[in-house]
């Protein structure tokens, strides 16, 4: 089973991906793992990616994409895995589509955790964090003590950087522009499987296992 994981910042992939990852026998594989593996090991590529970043650029997709191939050539990979955050742009799935190919396999799909934008918005900006003891709070669905303190050890709560209306929207759009080709290039090769990511967490897993099953 291989499959190419989909969804908005804040859609919950990264805890439905460790029980898919549980449930099938198949390797989690995200692509900043494969990043800071390449990068501490200073291998060639790593060394190549560090170049950009330490420069402040993007670095390209042919050096993504190699990472990639180099991590799903190895013996681990045999059983299958889900991948998080790859391909990012419709040339790295045609890239990895031509991968699979050369090798006699292809995509079992890529799965899409759907959110609205207002939804998200909602999960994210409600977001606090403990900085003391790193307990986490959402001021809805799970909020501190009355008076914004931490329930277990006392501290002011806070609000990460990364979770402001405007940083939120702002990976919201980013994520939009880049993504929506990219569901529209499996949707064109009947490869696109949608659940709702507004649902609880059991629910929207036991909607993706039907679709795995």
Same mark, same amino acid.
């Given at each position: ?62 050096? !993504?994409?190699?990472? %990639?191939?180099? =991590? +799903? ?8 895995? /889900?991948? $998080? ?78 979770? !402001?209306?405007?940083? %939120?929207?702002? =990976? +919201? ?8 080709? /990219?569901? $529209? ?29």
């Amino acid at each position: 089973m291989k499959i190419v994981l989909l969804g908005p910042p804040g859609a919950g992939k990264g805890t439905q991906a460790k029980s898919i990852s549980n449930r099938y026998s198949i390797l989690h594989i995200s692509t900043g793992d494969i990043f800071r593996k390449n990068i501490s090991e200073n291998t060639p590529l790593g060394v190549e990616a560090k170049r950009y970043m330490d420069n402040g650029q993007l670095v390209p997709d042919e050096v !993504t994409i190699n990472m %990639v191939k180099d =991590r +799903l050539k190895q013996d681990d990979c045999k059983n299958g895995y /889900l991948l $998080d955050g790859f391909p990012r742009t419709v040339h790295q799935a045609e890239a990895l589509d031509e991968f699979l190919c050369s090798r006699g396999e292809s995509l079992s799909t890529s799965l899409l955790i759907e959110v609205p934008t207002d939804f998200i918005l909602e999960r994210m900006t409600g977001r606090r964090v403990c900085p003391s003891c790193g307990a986490s709070y959402h001021v809805k669905f799970n909020p501190p003590t009355k008076d914004g303190k931490c329930s277990v050890c006392g501290s002011e709560v806070i609000q990460r950087k990364d979770d !402001t209306v405007e940083t %939120v929207q702002e =990976r +919201l759009d980013v994520y939009q522009k880049q993504t929506q080709p /990219l569901i $529209d290039f499996y949707k064109a090769k009947n490869k696109l499987s949608v659940v709702d990511g507004t649902k609880a967490i059991n629910e929207v897993f036991e909607d993706i296992c039907k679709i795995l099953d």
